[in-house]
Nanobody, 123 residues
Framework: QEQLVESGGGSVQAGGSLRLSCAASGFAITPFCMYWFRQSPGKEREFVALISYDRSTKYTDDVKGRFSVSKDTSKNTLYLQMDSLEAEDTAVYFC?????????????????WGQGTQVTVSS
């Protein structure tokens, strides 16, 4: 059974850093598009970053230059390094995997989801 488990969330002051991890089981992440999303109270879930099967990356404008997505296929784990955190980054962060391997990351229409991890940034 495919499963994604996030960890690494917590509370940090503005300007600080956190690294989120997402451990996958039941499938190998290598051929899949892997994503980070986030959801703040009262807002819809929004895209944060992705890393493709070919390791190309894409970020939402709000986090460019501050966040970095990576993966370690030997550990079957996705990461999100978050630096220069701002209060506006406060959210529950979710990892996801597109269900169609070796397929366009922008055109995925179904995902496996993790349960989320809370990130709180105080100003």
């Amino acid at each position: 059974q495919e499963q994604l488990v996030e960890s690494g969330g917590g509370s940090v002051q503005a300007g600080g850093s956190l690294r989120l991890s997402c451990a996958a089981s039941g499938f190998a992440i290598t051929p899949f598009c892997m994503y980070w999303f986030r959801q703040s109270p009262g807002k819809e879930r929004e895209f944060v970053a992705l890393i493709s099967y070919d390791r190309s990356t894409k970020y939402t404008d709000d986090v460019k230059g501050r966040f970095s997505v990576s993966k370690d296929t030997s550990k079957n784990t996705l990461y999100l390094q978050m630096d220069s955190l701002e209060a506006e980054d406060t959210a529950v962060y979710f990892c996801a995997a597109g269900r169609r391997p070796l397929f366009s990351c922008q055109d995925q229409d179904s995902y496996y989801w993790g349960q989320g991890t809370q990130v709180t940034v105080s100003s």
